[in-house]
Protein backbone atom coordinates (compact mmCIF):
# COMPACT_ATOMS: atom_id res chain seq x y z
CA UNK A 1 0.00 0.00 0.00
CA UNK A 2 1.32 3.49 -0.71
CA UNK A 3 1.75 5.72 2.17
CA UNK A 4 1.36 9.05 2.97
CA UNK A 5 2.44 10.57 6.38
CA UNK A 6 -0.07 12.27 7.78
CA UNK A 7 0.92 15.64 8.30
CA UNK A 8 -1.00 18.48 7.32
CA UNK A 9 -1.10 18.62 3.64
CA UNK A 10 -2.95 22.59 3.45
CA UNK A 11 -1.32 24.35 1.49
CA UNK A 12 1.89 22.52 1.26
CA UNK A 13 2.51 22.32 -2.21
CA UNK A 14 1.11 18.60 -2.23
CA UNK A 15 -2.36 18.53 -4.18
CA UNK A 16 -4.83 15.85 -4.31
CA UNK A 17 -4.67 15.44 -8.19
CA UNK A 18 -0.63 15.48 -7.89
CA UNK A 19 -0.84 12.90 -5.77
CA UNK A 20 -2.93 10.86 -7.42
CA UNK A 21 -1.43 11.53 -10.65
CA UNK A 22 1.94 10.49 -9.01
CA UNK A 23 0.32 7.42 -7.51
CA UNK A 24 -0.89 6.33 -10.84
CA UNK A 25 2.73 6.41 -11.79
CA UNK A 26 4.25 5.16 -8.96
CA UNK A 27 2.54 1.74 -9.05
CA UNK A 28 3.41 0.60 -5.68
CA UNK A 29 5.22 3.94 -4.87
CA UNK A 30 5.63 6.02 -1.38
CA UNK A 31 4.85 9.66 -1.47
CA UNK A 32 6.31 11.17 1.92
CA UNK A 33 5.41 14.99 1.98
CA UNK A 34 7.81 17.42 5.05
CA UNK A 35 5.46 20.40 5.75
CA UNK A 36 7.64 23.17 7.67
CA UNK A 37 10.46 22.98 5.89
CA UNK A 38 11.88 25.90 3.59
CA UNK A 39 12.36 23.06 0.82
CA UNK A 40 9.31 22.97 -1.36
CA UNK A 41 7.88 20.23 -4.14
CA UNK A 42 4.48 18.70 -4.97
CA UNK A 43 3.66 15.45 -5.36
CA UNK A 44 5.13 13.55 -9.07
CA UNK A 45 2.73 14.38 -11.61
CA UNK A 46 1.46 17.78 -11.33
CA UNK A 47 0.93 19.55 -14.03
CA UNK A 48 2.87 22.06 -16.06
CA UNK A 49 1.14 24.88 -14.57
CA UNK A 50 2.38 24.25 -11.43
CA UNK A 51 5.81 24.29 -12.40
CA UNK A 52 7.68 27.52 -10.91
CA UNK A 53 10.87 29.19 -11.38
CA UNK A 54 14.02 27.24 -10.04
CA UNK A 55 12.31 23.73 -9.52
CA UNK A 56 13.57 20.66 -10.65
CA UNK A 57 13.75 16.74 -9.92
CA UNK A 58 16.68 14.38 -9.30
CA UNK A 59 16.97 10.64 -8.43
CA UNK A 60 18.54 8.52 -6.19
CA UNK A 61 19.60 5.07 -7.14
CA UNK A 62 21.30 2.73 -4.74
CA UNK A 63 23.77 -0.33 -4.10
CA UNK A 64 23.75 -1.79 -7.63
CA UNK A 65 25.89 -4.24 -6.74
CA UNK A 66 27.18 -5.62 -10.32
CA UNK A 67 28.92 -8.47 -9.91
CA UNK A 68 26.69 -10.31 -7.77
CA UNK A 69 24.75 -13.27 -9.00
CA UNK A 70 23.66 -15.01 -6.16
CA UNK A 71 19.97 -16.78 -5.92
CA UNK A 72 18.48 -13.69 -5.29
CA UNK A 73 18.97 -12.10 -8.31
CA UNK A 74 20.74 -13.53 -10.97
CA UNK A 75 21.15 -10.53 -13.23
CA UNK A 76 21.59 -7.23 -11.49
CA UNK A 77 22.66 -5.67 -14.47
CA UNK A 78 18.79 -6.38 -16.13
CA UNK A 79 17.51 -4.25 -12.84
CA UNK A 80 19.70 -1.74 -13.29
CA UNK A 81 19.24 -1.55 -17.17
CA UNK A 82 15.10 -1.47 -15.59
CA UNK A 83 15.80 1.34 -13.34
CA UNK A 84 17.32 3.28 -16.13
CA UNK A 85 14.33 2.53 -17.93
CA UNK A 86 12.27 3.93 -15.48
CA UNK A 87 14.40 7.41 -14.91
CA UNK A 88 13.68 7.63 -18.56
CA UNK A 89 10.08 7.42 -18.19
CA UNK A 90 9.96 10.09 -16.14
CA UNK A 91 7.65 12.99 -16.98
CA UNK A 92 10.56 15.51 -16.62
CA UNK A 93 14.20 14.50 -16.88
CA UNK A 94 15.94 14.79 -13.69
CA UNK A 95 18.81 17.44 -13.52
CA UNK A 96 20.58 14.84 -11.46
CA UNK A 97 21.12 10.81 -10.64
CA UNK A 98 22.96 10.84 -8.02
CA UNK A 99 24.04 6.60 -6.99
CA UNK A 100 24.71 6.33 -3.33
CA UNK A 101 27.76 3.73 -4.04
CA UNK A 102 28.01 -0.25 -4.00
CA UNK A 103 27.88 0.70 -7.61
CA UNK A 104 29.70 -2.84 -7.89
CA UNK A 105 29.68 -5.95 -5.68
CA UNK A 106 33.80 -6.56 -5.64
CA UNK A 107 35.04 -3.65 -7.45
CA UNK A 108 36.16 -5.52 -10.61
CA UNK A 109 37.18 -3.34 -13.81
CA UNK A 110 34.33 -5.50 -15.64
CA UNK A 111 31.69 -4.15 -12.83
CA UNK A 112 32.74 -1.07 -13.21
CA UNK A 113 32.64 -1.10 -16.39
CA UNK A 114 29.10 -2.08 -16.78
CA UNK A 115 27.72 0.43 -14.57
CA UNK A 116 29.54 2.97 -16.38
CA UNK A 117 27.49 1.46 -19.79
CA UNK A 118 24.11 1.50 -18.28
CA UNK A 119 23.96 4.80 -16.71
CA UNK A 120 25.75 6.37 -19.22
CA UNK A 121 21.87 5.62 -21.22
CA UNK A 122 20.25 7.28 -17.87
CA UNK A 123 18.08 10.88 -19.14
CA UNK A 124 19.89 13.00 -16.64
CA UNK A 125 21.41 16.25 -16.65
CA UNK A 126 24.13 14.74 -14.41
CA UNK A 127 25.36 11.52 -12.75
CA UNK A 128 27.20 12.15 -9.38
CA UNK A 129 28.67 9.11 -7.39
CA UNK A 130 29.83 8.07 -3.70
CA UNK A 131 31.23 4.88 -3.17
CA UNK A 132 29.54 1.96 -0.72
CA UNK A 133 32.09 -0.24 0.70
CA UNK A 134 32.04 -2.63 -2.06
CA UNK A 135 33.39 -0.50 -4.27
CA UNK A 136 36.79 0.31 -2.01
CA UNK A 137 37.68 -2.39 -0.31
CA UNK A 138 40.29 -4.27 -2.78
CA UNK A 139 42.43 -1.11 -3.08
CA UNK A 140 40.97 1.78 -0.90
CA UNK A 141 39.09 3.53 -3.64
CA UNK A 142 41.85 3.88 -6.36
CA UNK A 143 39.96 2.23 -9.35
CA UNK A 144 36.45 3.72 -8.10
CA UNK A 145 38.28 7.45 -7.72
CA UNK A 146 39.85 7.31 -10.68
CA UNK A 147 36.85 6.34 -12.54
CA UNK A 148 33.85 8.01 -10.53
CA UNK A 149 35.55 10.79 -8.47
CA UNK A 150 36.17 13.26 -10.84
CA UNK A 151 36.01 16.67 -9.32
CA UNK A 152 36.01 15.47 -5.87
CA UNK A 153 38.46 15.75 -2.63
CA UNK A 154 39.52 13.62 -0.35
CA UNK A 155 38.20 9.76 -0.77
CA UNK A 156 35.72 11.01 -2.99
CA UNK A 157 33.53 13.79 -1.12
CA UNK A 158 32.30 17.15 -2.81
CA UNK A 159 29.89 19.22 -2.97
CA UNK A 160 28.06 21.86 -5.81
CA UNK A 161 25.48 23.90 -5.99
CA UNK A 162 22.42 23.45 -8.17
CA UNK A 163 19.39 25.84 -8.82
CA UNK A 164 20.11 27.29 -5.14
CA UNK A 165 20.37 24.17 -3.37
CA UNK A 166 23.76 22.83 -2.08
CA UNK A 167 24.49 19.41 -2.64
CA UNK A 168 27.14 17.60 -0.69
CA UNK A 169 28.34 14.04 -0.74
CA UNK A 170 30.08 12.55 1.89
CA UNK A 171 32.52 9.04 1.35
CA UNK A 172 31.45 6.96 5.08
CA UNK A 173 32.75 3.88 3.52
CA UNK A 174 36.95 3.86 3.86
CA UNK A 175 37.15 2.01 6.77
CA UNK A 176 34.69 0.12 6.87
CA UNK A 177 35.26 -2.84 4.79
CA UNK A 178 33.28 -5.57 4.14
CA UNK A 179 32.89 -7.37 8.20
CA UNK A 180 29.60 -6.96 9.20
CA UNK A 181 28.65 -4.82 11.85
CA UNK A 182 31.50 -1.92 10.89
CA UNK A 183 29.95 1.37 11.33
CA UNK A 184 30.20 4.48 8.60
CA UNK A 185 33.23 6.63 9.35
CA UNK A 186 33.69 9.73 8.14
CA UNK A 187 37.09 11.11 9.66
CA UNK A 188 38.39 14.58 10.79
CA UNK A 189 39.78 15.75 7.94
CA UNK A 190 36.36 15.43 5.84
CA UNK A 191 34.57 16.63 9.01
CA UNK A 192 36.85 19.64 8.89
CA UNK A 193 36.01 20.23 5.15
CA UNK A 194 32.40 20.00 6.01
CA UNK A 195 32.50 22.16 8.01
CA UNK A 196 34.35 24.83 6.46
CA UNK A 197 32.14 24.09 3.39
CA UNK A 198 29.03 24.59 5.43
CA UNK A 199 30.26 27.99 6.76
CA UNK A 200 29.49 30.68 4.18
CA UNK A 201 26.12 29.49 3.69
CA UNK A 202 23.15 31.39 4.81
CA UNK A 203 20.73 29.21 7.00
CA UNK A 204 17.88 29.74 4.30
CA UNK A 205 19.93 27.54 2.28
CA UNK A 206 18.25 24.40 1.38
CA UNK A 207 21.08 21.11 2.04
CA UNK A 208 20.78 17.81 0.41
CA UNK A 209 23.45 15.40 2.15
CA UNK A 210 23.86 12.28 0.24
CA UNK A 211 26.29 9.07 1.51
CA UNK A 212 26.38 5.03 1.54
CA UNK A 213 25.63 4.39 5.24
CA UNK A 214 23.21 6.13 6.71
CA UNK A 215 24.31 8.82 9.19
CA UNK A 216 21.80 8.11 11.57
CA UNK A 217 21.78 5.03 13.75
CA UNK A 218 19.60 2.55 12.76
CA UNK A 219 21.19 -0.37 14.10
CA UNK A 220 24.20 -0.53 14.97
CA UNK A 221 24.39 -4.31 15.34
CA UNK A 222 24.38 -4.41 11.81
CA UNK A 223 26.59 -1.76 11.33
CA UNK A 224 23.74 0.59 10.31
CA UNK A 225 24.89 3.77 11.08
CA UNK A 226 28.00 6.34 11.19
CA UNK A 227 30.35 6.32 14.20
CA UNK A 228 30.93 10.38 14.05
CA UNK A 229 27.89 11.14 12.07
CA UNK A 230 26.12 13.40 14.69
CA UNK A 231 29.44 15.40 14.27
CA UNK A 232 28.03 16.25 10.88
CA UNK A 233 24.38 16.32 11.70
CA UNK A 234 25.81 19.23 14.37
CA UNK A 235 27.46 21.38 11.72
CA UNK A 236 23.41 20.79 9.50
CA UNK A 237 21.22 21.72 12.33
CA UNK A 238 21.42 25.71 11.61
CA UNK A 239 19.94 25.11 8.27
CA UNK A 240 16.03 25.81 7.77
CA UNK A 241 15.90 22.69 5.25
CA UNK A 242 18.10 19.79 5.39
CA UNK A 243 17.96 16.18 3.69
CA UNK A 244 19.87 13.11 3.78
CA UNK A 245 19.57 10.19 1.84
CA UNK A 246 21.45 7.16 2.00
CA UNK A 247 21.58 3.91 0.69
CA UNK A 248 23.55 0.55 2.10
CA UNK A 249 20.51 -0.94 4.02
CA UNK A 250 18.44 -1.99 0.85
CA UNK A 251 15.24 -0.78 1.62
CA UNK A 252 13.44 2.67 2.58
CA UNK A 253 13.42 3.58 6.25
CA UNK A 254 12.96 7.53 6.95
CA UNK A 255 12.88 9.75 10.03
CA UNK A 256 12.20 13.58 10.72
CA UNK A 257 14.58 15.27 13.06
CA UNK A 258 14.10 18.64 13.99
CA UNK A 259 14.69 20.64 10.06
CA UNK A 260 16.37 17.30 9.24
CA UNK A 261 14.83 14.60 7.19
CA UNK A 262 16.39 11.43 6.36
CA UNK A 263 15.43 8.57 3.79
CA UNK A 264 17.35 5.66 2.67
CA UNK A 265 16.89 4.27 -0.44
CA UNK A 266 15.89 0.75 -2.44
CA UNK A 267 18.56 -1.14 -4.06
CA UNK A 268 18.46 -1.86 -7.26
CA UNK A 269 19.93 -5.08 -7.30
CA UNK A 270 18.86 -7.18 -4.13
CA UNK A 271 16.54 -6.53 -0.47
CA UNK A 272 18.27 -6.90 2.73
CA UNK A 273 16.13 -7.59 6.14
CA UNK A 274 14.57 -4.99 8.36
CA UNK A 275 16.81 -4.19 11.08
CA UNK A 276 17.49 -7.42 13.28
CA UNK A 277 14.75 -9.44 11.59
CA UNK A 278 17.85 -11.75 10.25
CA UNK A 279 20.52 -13.23 11.88
CA UNK A 280 22.84 -10.79 10.21
CA UNK A 281 22.41 -8.32 7.17
CA UNK A 282 22.65 -9.64 3.30
CA UNK A 283 20.07 -10.41 0.29
CA UNK A 284 17.14 -12.30 1.80
CA UNK A 285 16.94 -15.37 0.26
CA UNK A 286 13.89 -17.26 -0.89
CA UNK A 287 12.47 -14.34 -2.51
CA UNK A 288 9.93 -15.14 -5.47
CA UNK A 289 11.45 -14.64 -8.76
CA UNK A 290 7.38 -12.57 -9.33
CA UNK A 291 8.40 -10.72 -6.35
CA UNK A 292 12.00 -9.37 -6.46
CA UNK A 293 11.01 -6.66 -8.53
CA UNK A 294 8.67 -5.43 -5.82
CA UNK A 295 11.45 -4.72 -3.56
CA UNK A 296 13.73 -2.78 -5.57
CA UNK A 297 13.53 0.57 -6.97
CA UNK A 298 14.26 4.29 -7.24
CA UNK A 299 13.82 7.88 -5.80
CA UNK A 300 12.68 10.61 -7.21
CA UNK A 301 13.03 14.10 -5.40
CA UNK A 302 11.13 16.98 -6.63
CA UNK A 303 11.75 20.69 -5.94
CA UNK A 304 10.15 23.74 -6.32
CA UNK A 305 12.16 27.36 -4.50
CA UNK A 306 10.15 28.72 -1.97
CA UNK A 307 7.28 26.25 -1.20
CA UNK A 308 7.56 24.78 2.32
CA UNK A 309 7.52 21.03 1.74
CA UNK A 310 9.69 18.25 0.41
CA UNK A 311 8.20 15.40 -0.90
CA UNK A 312 10.53 12.28 -1.44
CA UNK A 313 8.66 9.50 -4.40
CA UNK A 314 9.86 6.19 -4.00
CA UNK A 315 9.27 3.70 -7.36
CA UNK A 316 9.33 0.26 -7.26
CA UNK A 317 10.73 -1.68 -10.84
CA UNK A 318 7.45 -3.95 -9.98
FE1 LIG B 1 24.75 -2.56 -0.74
FE1 LIG C 1 26.96 -1.07 1.40
Known sequence: MPYENDQDHEGD????????????WA???LVWAVSGGVLSSRAFGAGPDRKGRGDFTFVQISDSHIGFSKETNKDVTATL?????????????PDLLIHTGDLTHLSKPGEFDIVAEVLKGARAGQVVYVPGEHDVFTDDGKQYLRRFGRGTMGTGWQSFNHQGVHFVG????????????????????????????LAGLTSSTPIVVYAHVPLWMIYPEWGWGTEDGQQALSYLKRFGSV????????????????????????????????????????????VPAEKLRSMLGLTSVNFIAGRRSLAVIDSTLG
Not at 13 to 24: I, Q, S, Y
Not at 175 to 194: N, P
Open 170 to 197: LVNVMSLGLKAGGLGVLGKEQLDWLRND
Open 13 to 24: GVDRRGFLECMA
Open 243 to 286: TVLNGHIHQILQKVEGNVTFHTARSTAFPQPAPGQAAGPGPIKN
Open 81 to 93: QETVAKINTLPRA
Open 27 to 29: GTG
